[in-house]
Structures are given as C-alpha cells and as structure tokens.
C-alpha cells in the first residue's frame, strides 16, 4: 500500500474571520472544532501514516488542555508554525518522523473534505507524482483598475481555484521547499511548478470551501449538514 504523511496547517492568524478569542480552526461546525473534521477523517484512512496539525504558538496551551486527549487516540501530532503558511508547513514538513512515500498538505480551515474527494486527489498524484484539488472557476471575471472600475475581463478558459489537498511524491515537495520555502506562495503547488514539474488538476466540490470568513462559516454549516 502506497502511504500518505497529511500536514494540517491551523496556524494562521484568522484575521478575515473577524475578532473573537477564538482562531477559526477552533470554532465549532456541526458538534466539532473546523480542524477536527478533516484531521479525523486523514487519521481513520489506512493509507495515512502520520498526521501533523500545525498550530500558532499562542494557541499551544489552549490546544493542549482541549485537544491532547483527542490527538492522542487518533495518533495526531503537532507541531508549532510560523509566519506565513509557507513557514508551517516547512515546519510541519521537518516535525514527520515516519513520512510516507506521499505528502498530503490540507488546509485545517477546509472541513467538508470527504473521502471519495481524497481517493481521487491521493490516487491521481500517486500516478502522476503531484496533484491538487481545484475548482473551475464558474463565472465571469474581471480586473479591476486602481479607481474601482473595470480595467479587464480575463477569460475564465482553463482557469481553476486552487483548493488542497495538495499532494506531491515525498522527494519532490521536499526538494521544493528546500529551494523555494522563502520564496512568497500562497500554496504549495505554486513551490513545485518553479521545479518544473507537471501537477494534475483534479475537480473538487463547493463542500471544500476554505473557512475564511464568518460569512463562510455559516455557509458551511448549511453545505455539510446531514441530509435530512
Ligand atoms: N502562517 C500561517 C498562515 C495560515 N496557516 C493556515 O493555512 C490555512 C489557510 O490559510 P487562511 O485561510 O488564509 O488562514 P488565516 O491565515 O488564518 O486567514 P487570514 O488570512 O484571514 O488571517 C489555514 O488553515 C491557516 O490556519 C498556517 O498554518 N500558518
Ligand atoms: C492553499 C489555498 O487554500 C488554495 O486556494 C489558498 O492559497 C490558501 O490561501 P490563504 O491566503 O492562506 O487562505
């Protein structure tokens, strides 16, 4: 069996969300912090060897005295981040400590991820070396000009939203984090297209959506209710 090492970065400052003592990742979605869904649903899979949540160091007390008890008999570790996404993951990268022949990066803050989504994205990149989940951009887009009005529409062919996870062959995630990881990305794709290699597209769902706002929040809570 080909095995997958899932990093779960979960440290990031929350700032779109809006105030409240609370990080995002914490907050409660359908009986459950946002993180736990996904780190869960990784931890249950036989094909995942290894799963590392990383949390801001501010957040490390209060997720010891919640969570120890639950990473603990789900075999989930963590490890701190850092500045930029791109850092915790860095640092989830070198806190492995059995990693698989696969690295799986999931963004803590997407908790309707489901297992049909993940056979699909950790088989693709299990044929082809790297692949991510993405959604094609449905509607019509436009760039806007310094005052506000319509500088462009930019033509929607072949233009996709990035979602994650986003899985790579060990050697080559490694090698781009070794040369890139100081170099500005918004995700780690971004890392191993400056290497050159080919990364695989494959279509995700609307129940993937990153929890970036309060707004998205109640989205979710709609989008991945049980079927009644
Ligand atoms: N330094 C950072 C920044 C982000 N993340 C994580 O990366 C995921 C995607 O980031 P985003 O949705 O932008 O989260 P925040 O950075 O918290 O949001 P904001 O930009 O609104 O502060 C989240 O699970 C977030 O916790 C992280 O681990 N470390
Ligand atoms: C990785 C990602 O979720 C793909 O769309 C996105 O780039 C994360 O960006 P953020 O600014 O850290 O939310």
Excluded at 49 to 56: A, D, F, P, R, W
């Amino acid at each position: 069996m080909i095995h997958f090492s899932v990093i779960l970065p979960a440290a990031g400052r929350s700032t779109r969300f809006g105030g409240g003592e609370l990080k995002k990742v914490f907050v409660s979605l359908l009986g459950q912090p946002i993180w736990l869904h996904s780190a869960k649903r990784f931890a249950a899979r036989p094909d995942v060897n290894e799963v590392v949540v990383v949390i801001s160091a501010d957040d490390e007390p209060y997720f010891r005295e919640q969570f120890a008890e639950v990473c603990q008999e789900n075999n989930i570790r963590f490890v701190l981040g850092g500045e930029t996404r791109t850092d915790s993951i860095a640092n989830g990268i070198d806190a492995l400590t059995n990693p698989g022949d696969f690295i799986a990066i999931h963004d803590a803050a997407r908790p309707g991820i489901d297992d049909a989504m993940i056979d699909e994205v950790f088989s693709t990149a299990a044929a082809s070396g790297a692949a991510i989940l993405a959604l094609p951009v449905p509607g019509t887009l436009k760039r806007s000009a310094a005052d506000g009005t319509i500088q462009a529409t930019v033509p929607r062919e072949g233009i996709w939203e990035a979602q994650t996870p986003q899985v790579f062959r060990r050697a080559l995630i490694l090698e781009a984090y070794e040369k890139f990881r100081h170099e500005p990305a918004t995700d780690d794709a971004s890392l191993v297209e400056r290497l050159g290699h080919p990364i695989q597209l494959v279509k995700g769902a609307l129940r993937n959506l990153k929890i970036t706002t309060k707004e998205d929040l109640e989205v979710a809570q709609k989008l991945l209710s049980p079927e009644v």
